[in-house]
C-alpha cells in the first residue's frame, strides 16, 4: 500500500503532492495533522494506493478531474 497526501502548501495555487513516505494510514493521518497545524497547508486529503490491486477506472471517483 502507498499512503500519498495531496494538499495545497501555503500560498500554492492549486493541489500538489505533498508527501509519500508514510507506511500506514495512521502514520499518513498524523503528517497531515503536522501539515497542517505546523505548516498551515489547506485542502489536504489522503490518497490510498494498492498496487497489488487493479483500479476500476469506470469508478468516478477514482479519477481527479
Known amino acids: 500500500m502507498e499512503y500519498i497526501i495531496w494538499g495545497k502548501s501555503p500560498k500554492a495555487p492549486h493541489e500538489q503532492v505533498l ?3 508514510s507506511t500506514s494510514k495512521e502514520a499518513a493521518e498524523k503528517v497531515m495533522k503536522r501539515l ?3 505548516y498551515y497547508c489547506t485542502d489536504l486529503r489522503l490518497q490510498i494506493l494498492d498496487l497489488n490491486e487493479k483500479p476500476d477506472f469506470s469508478n468516478p471517483e477514482l479519477l481527479n478531474i
Open 36 to 38: 497542517e497545524y505546523v
Open 19 to 21: 508527501h509519500t513516505l
